[in-house]
């Protein structure tokens, strides 16, 4: 059983910037994808980012939603036990829930890192709140 804890989230301007981290602990497999999504009030759960972590250290893809490509930065911390989504330039528009998910299998080259169905395991989440 792996628990995922979000945290970081907040309350910013538009503009601003907010570092949110997911530590997971518990039986955990280090080589799989890690990933972001997020949920507003009144619309479906989507996707922001993902990493994953192959076995070797030159093993790593990353994947952004186009809403956040160019703004958001997702990264693993060494012991790939953490995963922190770095936010600039936020917008309103980017207010939600923000969730954490690891599945092992979610990243595959062919796509759909972004199905939340792929995902096993998730925070609780954390509020991004941004402010026009």
């Known amino acids: ?18 570092r949110l981290t997911c530590a997971a602990s518990g039986y955990f497999y280090t080589a799989g994808c890690m990933a972001w999504f ?4 009144g619309k479906e759960r ?33 012991a790939k036990n953490t995963a922190h989504l770095q936010m600039n330039s ?22 759909g890192w972004d199905d939340h169905l792929k995902y096993s395991s998730w925070g609780q989440g954390t509020q991004v709140t941004v402010s026009s």
């Open 90 to 111: 936020l917008l309103p528009e980017d207010t939600a829930m923000y969730y954490c998910a690891v599945g092992r299998r979610a990243c595959l080259p062919t796509g």
């Open 1 to 18: 059983q792996v628990q995922l804890v979000e945290s970081g989230g907040g309350s910013v301007q538009a503009g601003g910037s907010l």
């Open 46 to 78: 989507e996707g922001v980012a993902a990493i994953y972590a192959g076995v070797h250290a030159d093993d790593t893809r990353t994947y952004y939603s186009d809403s956040v490509k160019g703004r958001f930065t997702i990264s693993q911390g060494d």
């Open 38 to 41: 997020r949920q507003a009030p």
